[in-house]
């Protein structure tokens, strides 16, 4: 029964990977680098790249094909979750039970559906549980090498990896099990092969200005204090976990640190959940941020779930509300429950962005191209090229006007590309000002603030005319 409710689940996220269209904002930009591969990005290391091109090698440029391989990503890990309890927490059941929770939590689907640079890491942070569990288990050194193999694979997803790599040596400094593997060579090739693995994104980074490390690890010094921050952030995990699932992993995090042979779950997530709750005082937590230790915690449930002082209407309701967060959240996506004129404005643009519509848009838009006999079009912002490219019927030139920096590996436009008439698009926001050093004239076509029949409001046209100067932008 179980197992038939595992399959369930990760089939099911498939389908909804498919079926929902693509999210506006930045999950079309990762696509959009897919296009071009690089050892690295402005806001984040390669991985995510490289799993979009394979999935869309293998079914096209759909939502099913963008999504494809992030999904295969967070379905894998549900093995190396069932693996890891079943060895550290006892009995086969305890890993059915680990995989269960896992992907009846709501984090592993908003990870993998829309595609971020955390499915990867997810799986990773998986696969190193995993490789650090068979090693306490069984004490058998080469499984550092597969730790290692899977902390570089980690870091060129994303830089958060970090914090499990310290949770590892947090385990081998502080845990006497484990303190003899440091007067071995094993954790220290282990370290050399993640390195190693890790090295084209630094080479990168350097040849860049390390400039992802720049945005990435200047959030631990920038940020705004609000109130509402640190509740926030424990109310997205509630909710993103499933609150009796979350009482049943704290449960387990407890028994994990009094524990020898399980303190090495305890060690791997105590420096992400330490962090990112003092980050949240003085910044904004996204809930996806900490998504990668939730594997950890499926392991962590099912230990806390080997009780029998509980109320026998607790661990009864642990998979039902688990499973009811999960629909109302997949209800929410396929059909919008939350009224337009009743949201917030927030909630109202998460809407938009998440909507269908878009390629009869971009259909649109080609046809007013035609129009003004425009040869291309203009956007001066990462997230409009981004959709562009995606939804034009049709091939067609888009030119990205404005932050050269996210598209370091696309070609520039000649001359020849700039010259005679273009169409300037833009989507939220009307940023047609910045092209004035650059054409002579800038003629307003459309202009739509406050519509439900385009899928994404504000939106803009201008026809751009009497190109002049040097070549500028990039063609993503």
């Known amino acids: 029964m179980s197992v038939g409710a595992i399959v369930f689940l990760i089939v099911f996220r498939f389908f909804a990977g498919g079926a929902l269209p693509l999210y506006y904002h930045d999950e079309i930009y990762y696509w959009l680098w897919s296009r071009h591969l690089a050892l690295g990005y ?44 079943s060895l550290l927490v006892g009995q086969r059941d305890d890993g059915i039970r680990a995989a269960l929770f896992f992907n009846l939590m709501l984090m592993p689907t908003i990870t993998a559906i829309p595609i971020f640079p955390d499915a990867a890491e997810l799986a990773c942070c998986a696969a190193f549980m995993w490789a650090l569990a068979e090693l306490a288990a069984g004490g058998k050194g080469w499984w550092w090498l597969v730790a290692g193999l899977f902390a570089g694979v980690g870091l060129l997803a994303k830089y958060t990896m970090f914090f499990f790599c310290a ?11 484990a303190r003899p593997w440091l007067k071995t060579a094993w954790p220290w090739i282990g370290g050399v092969v993640a390195l190693t693995l890790f090295l084209p994104n630094l080479v990168w980074n350097a040849e860049h200005g390390w400039e992802t490390f720049a945005l990435q690890f200047g959030r631990i010094f920038r940020g705004y204090a609000k109130w509402w921050f640190f509740p926030a952030f424990v109310g997205r995990q509630i909710f993103c976990a499933s609150p009796i699932i979350l009482f049943f992993a704290l449960r387990g995090f407890w028994r994990e640190c009094q524990s020898p042979k399980k303190s090495v779950l305890a060690a791997l997530i105590g420096p992400s959940l330490a962090y990112f709750t003092i980050h949240s005082v003085h910044d904004n937590v996204l809930m996806n941020w900490i998504s990668f230790v939730y594997p950890t915690l499926a392991v962590a449930a099912a230990d806390g779930f080997r009780s029998d002082r509980d109320p026998r209407w607790v661990r009864a309701a642990a998979i039902p509300v688990a499973a009811l967060i999960l629909v109302l959240s997949y209800a929410e996506g396929f059909f919008h429950l939350v009224p337009l004129d009743l949201a917030n404005k927030r909630v109202a643009a998460v809407n938009r962005e998440f909507d269908a519509g878009m390629r009869e848009l971009a259909t649109q838009i080609l046809r007013h191209a035609a129009s003004v006999d425009a040869h291309a079009l203009v956007s001066a912002d990462y997230r409009t090229t981004a959709w562009l490219k995606f939804y034009l019927p049709t091939p067609f030139p888009v030119i990205s006007a404005a932050e050269d920096f996210r598209f370091p590996d696309s070609p520039r436009p000649e001359a020849s590309d700039l010259a005679g008439t273009l169409l300037y698009v833009g989507l939220l926001h009307d940023l047609a000002n910045r092209l004035a050093d650059h054409f002579s004239e800038i003629d307003p076509l459309v202009k739509v603030t406050d519509t439900t029949s385009l899928p994404v409001t504000p939106f803009f046209e201008y026809r751009l005319r009497g190109f002049h100067g040097e070549p500028f932008g990039r063609l993503p």
Do not use: E
Not at 62 to 72: E, K, N, V
Not at 167 to 177: E, F, P
């Open 167 to 177: 949770g590892a040596v947090l385990w081998l400094l502080l845990v006497r099990d």
């Open 42 to 85: 402005y806001d984040h290391p390669p991985a995510v790249a490289f799993l979009i091109r394979a999935g869309t090698a293998l079914f096209g440029d759909t939502a099913f094909g963008a999504r494809s391989g992030g999904i295969a990503a967070v379905s894998v890990a549900t093995l190396c979750v069932w693996r890891t309890a």
